[in-house]
């Protein structure tokens, strides 16, 4: 199994691909430059490194690079600095959504690709009736108006949720919602729940990259898991 992840350099694409290739898959990354990857990835015959910005390639050219994938996994986020929040591109991972699976669906397929979504537990899942304080209504309606970031998040998973669907024949997808990010060495025991069972603003919950990381991968690993999740946006909480 190949599997395309954009996003790869990040603190949690890094373990995620790790992951991957721990399992012994072949990977795709698309990164902006090589010259930060470990060195162990250069010379890794299981990995190919494709040096490009992802919303600067076309969707013919994004078609290629998927024609032989049967996963895809998006790490995309915005960096915590001034510029990473309010500088260009905005909408970085919605784009990044829609670029992918429109690739995905130009090209045919005897079975549906997989498409994992890193997003956050700040984002509610509108196909179940989850509960939001008021309190944290108000706070997310600020967010989506001071956080570029923040509706970046909502406007992504909604395209898979709403645009893709449940019954797309070309690809499947999942949305993966952690808490609060942590950097830990190993991964830890966690656990896995439809909806948030605490707060994301007033109670927030930890979860580890490298948990994260490793959930993704067998998501896309385990078909017994995938077929337990797909469709929809697990939480993922630190035990």
Not at 24 to 36: D, M
Not at 78 to 107: C, E, F, M
Request: hydrophobic content about 35%; glycine content about 6%; charged content about 25%.
């Amino acid at each position: 199994m190949t599997t395309l992840v954009v996003g790869a350099t990040g603190s949690t694409g890094r373990h995620l691909v790790n992951q991957l290739l721990n399992r012994g898959q072949k990977v795709k990354v698309i990164v902006r430059s090589s010259g930060k990857l470990p060195e162990t990835w250069k010379n890794n015959e299981q990995i190919k490194i494709i040096e490009a910005s992802v919303l600067e390639i076309s969707e013919e050219k994004m078609g290629e690079y998927l024609k032989d994938c049967q996963s895809v996994a998006s790490c995309l986020g915005h960096n915590l600095t001034w510029k990473g929040i309010y500088g260009q591109p905005r909408k970085l991972v919605t784009d990044a959504v829609i670029l992918l699976s429109r690739a995905i669906k130009k090209n045919t397929t005897a079975e549906p690709v997989k498409f994992v979504l890193m997003n956050t537990t700040g984002n509610r899942n509108r196909d179940l009736n989850e509960h939001v304080s008021p309190g944290q209504r108000a706070v997310i309606s600020l967010l989506r108006l001071l956080l570029p970031p923040h509706p970046d998040n909502e406007k992504a998973a909604d395209y898979l949720r709403v645009q893709v669907g449940q019954k797309d024949p070309a690809m499947e997808w999942v949305a993966v919602r952690p808490d609060s990010l942590t950097d830990e060495d190993q991964v830890t025991p966690y656990e896995l729940h439809a909806s948030p069972t605490r707060s994301a603003l007033f109670n927030p919950g930890k979860t580890s990259r490298i948990n994260v990381g490793h959930f993704m991968a067998q998501l896309i690993t385990d078909q017994d898991l995938w077929m337990q999740w797909k469709g929809q946006m697990p939480v993922i909480y630190n035990k």
